[in-house]
């Protein structure tokens, strides 16, 4: 199994900006899809973005789509998510999330590995 630590979470006021990274370490970062989750208070945890193993091929929620963009680095084991034009319903725990094959997914079911996650507060 890969080991996933988020970080770059904080508070932020509507309409910032927020950079979130997730470090893996363990087995090979390239054999895995990266996913972004995030679940507020009382609600589910919902899909955010995607990735696939390459970097090829990205996946967004229709409520980010514009504003969020997934990256990752695998010579750095590393998936990031820009957040831009944050809002007050974007605050949320932001949890990364890694999927042993090439093809991402956007159900938190198919993913085998969570990070802890780290606390996004959009303030309006």
């Known amino acids: 199994q890969v080991q996933l630590v988020e970080s770059g979470g904080g508070l932020v006021q509507a309409g910032g900006s927020l950079r979130l990274s997730c470090a893996a370490s363990g087995r090979t970062f390239s054999s895995y899809a990266m996913g972004w989750f995030r679940q507020a208070p009382g609600k589910e945890r919902e899909f955010v973005a995607a990735i696939s193993r390459s970097g090829g091929s990205t996946y967004y929620a229709r409520s980010v789509k514009g504003r969020f963009t997934i990256s990752r680095d695998n010579a750095k084991n590393t998936v990031y998510l820009q957040m831009n034009s944050l809002k007050p319903e974007d605050t949320a725990v932001y949890y990364c999330?890694?999927?042993?094959?090439?093809?991402?997914?956007?159900?938190?079911?198919?993913?085998?590995?969570w990070g802890q996650g780290t606390q996004v507060t959009v303030s309006s």
């Open positions: 999330a890694a999927r042993d094959g090439p093809y991402p997914s956007l159900e938190k079911a198919d993913f085998g590995s």
